[in-house]
């Protein structure tokens, strides 16, 4: 899961899809393009969702994304378009392209819409996202495992 500063978005992508898969054979990530927050926890606001949610995410640091990351996993999804094409131009080959992809495309293929970044917004903004996302991990735990 990649955002800009891996503190909002990201890391709520990544709790809530590992929640949803709770399996210890799958991998579950998140990351930032730009490094601004390296070390840090998620957003308070982040957090806060998470937990309402049953989920915790206070133990997450965030840390950027780097081309190894194309090695360690299958799929990478990303919130918004900038992102999206900033991961791409880190891709070595078509292989590693075809594993970015927007996680709105999982609930509007092809749309491909924008998580909004909630950094600025209020408590609202990070409720949308959380309900934005919760959709989206649906689609892809279902992909990525069937049987759970």
Same mark, same amino acid.
């Given at each position: 899961?990649?955002?800009?500063?891996? +503190?909002?978005?990201s890391? !709520?992508?990544?709790?809530?899809?590992?929640?949803k !898969? $709770?399996?210890?054979q799958?991998?579950?990530d998140?990351?930032g393009?730009?490094?601004?927050h390296?070390?840090?926890? &998620?957003?308070?606001?982040?957090?806060? +969702?998470?937990?309402?949610?049953g989920?915790? +995410?206070?133990k997450q640091q965030?840390?950027?994304?780097l081309?190894?990351?194309?090695?360690e996993?299958?799929?990478i999804y990303?919130?918004?378009?900038?992102?999206y094409?900033?991961?791409?131009?880190?891709?070595?080959?078509?292989?590693?392209?075809?594993k970015?992809?927007l996680?709105?495309?999982?609930?509007? &293929?092809?749309?491909?819409?924008?998580?909004p970044?909630?950094?600025?917004?209020?408590?609202f903004g990070?409720?949308?996202?959380?309900?934005?996302?919760?959709?989206?991990?649906?689609?892809?735990?279902?992909? +990525?495992n &069937? $049987?759970?």
């Amino acid at each position: 899961m990649v955002c800009l500063g891996n +503190i909002c978005r990201s890391p !709520l992508a990544e709790g809530i899809l590992k929640y949803k !898969l $709770n399996s210890s054979q799958t991998i579950v990530d998140s990351a930032g393009t730009a490094a601004y927050h390296q070390g840090e926890k &998620p957003d308070v606001r982040s957090i806060a +969702i998470a937990k309402k949610n049953g989920i915790d +995410i206070s133990k997450q640091q965030a840390r950027k994304f780097l081309v190894q990351d194309f090695d360690e996993f299958d799929y990478i999804y990303v919130m918004d378009n900038l992102n999206y094409k900033n991961v791409l131009k880190l891709a070595r080959n078509e292989v590693e392209k075809s594993k970015v992809k927007l996680i709105l495309n999982e609930i509007f &293929p092809d749309d491909n819409l924008d998580v909004p970044d909630p950094y600025y917004g209020g408590d609202f903004g990070f409720k949308k996202v959380y309900e934005m996302l919760d959709n989206a991990c649906d689609i892809i735990a279902k992909k +990525i495992n &069937p $049987n759970e």
